[in-house]
């Protein structure tokens, strides 16, 4: 995948989070969506700068406590729910957003793993807002300045982070504030066909 090629679509001068993966119930956004409406009421951020954009799986098959969310904070007018989306479709997303959303699991030692969308978040090259627990993910993302890391069950944080984004947002200053020119050594060892290698070499080790 050409992730230079990639073009930006966006009309409109809103502040724009996007997200794409599979929510299900240890994982999902409403808490985040609690965050925006009480900024809202608070008026600590301004509705009309605000777009949310979810792609792929926003209520997993049976449930519909994501949706229901939406509803129940009156959001209707700011989160978009996409559905599945062809790769390059989801990719576009991205390029067009302005924060890119990481929801990981609030399980205990969840953030013992990383999400493959965090790779192509990295390609992407937009700052990043992870509601994470500690560990590889956000080791990544706080090492390379890639963006912030929130605990994903402390309503009060988020709330501070995405005021904190939406300030840089008016300020101008959002794509300065964080570093996305990864030396090429150290991009290295996040990328498919080094890692395929590196595997390969301790096959042969323990074979």
């Known amino acids: 995948m050409d992730y230079q090629a990639l073009k930006e679509k966006k009309e409109e001068d809103k502040l724009v989070f996007s997200y794409t993966g599979i929510f299900y119930q240890e994982r999902n956004p409403r808490l985040f969506l609690q965050a925006i409406a009480a900024l809202f009421e608070e008026k600590k951020i ?27 904070h009156g959001l209707e007018d700011v989160v978009e729910v996409l559905g599945h989306l062809p790769h390059q479709e989801a990719l576009t997303l991205l390029k067009s957003a302005d924060i890119l959303l990481l929801i990981a699991d609030a399980a205990k030692g969840s953030g013992a793993y990383i999400p493959g969308k965090l790779y192509e978040y990295m390609a992407v090259k937009k700052p990043i807002l992870a509601l994470s627990l500690k560990g590889e993910s956000s080791t990544i993302i706080e090492t390379h300045r890639l963006g912030k890391v929130i605990d994903p069950t402390n309503l009060e944080a988020i709330k501070s982070a995405v005021v904190e984004f939406y300030q840089l947002w008016k300020e101008r200053k959002l794509d300065h504030q964080f570093s996305f020119d990864l030396e090429p050594e150290r991009f290295l060892i996040y990328q498919r066909d080094y890692q395929a290698k590196e595997l390969a070499e301790l096959m042969d080790q323990l074979s």
Do not use: L, M, T
């Open 46 to 72: 301004a509705r009309e700068d605000i777009a949310i954009r979810f792609a792929g799986v926003f209520d997993y098959p049976g449930y519909s406590q994501n949706s229901d969310a939406v509803k129940k």
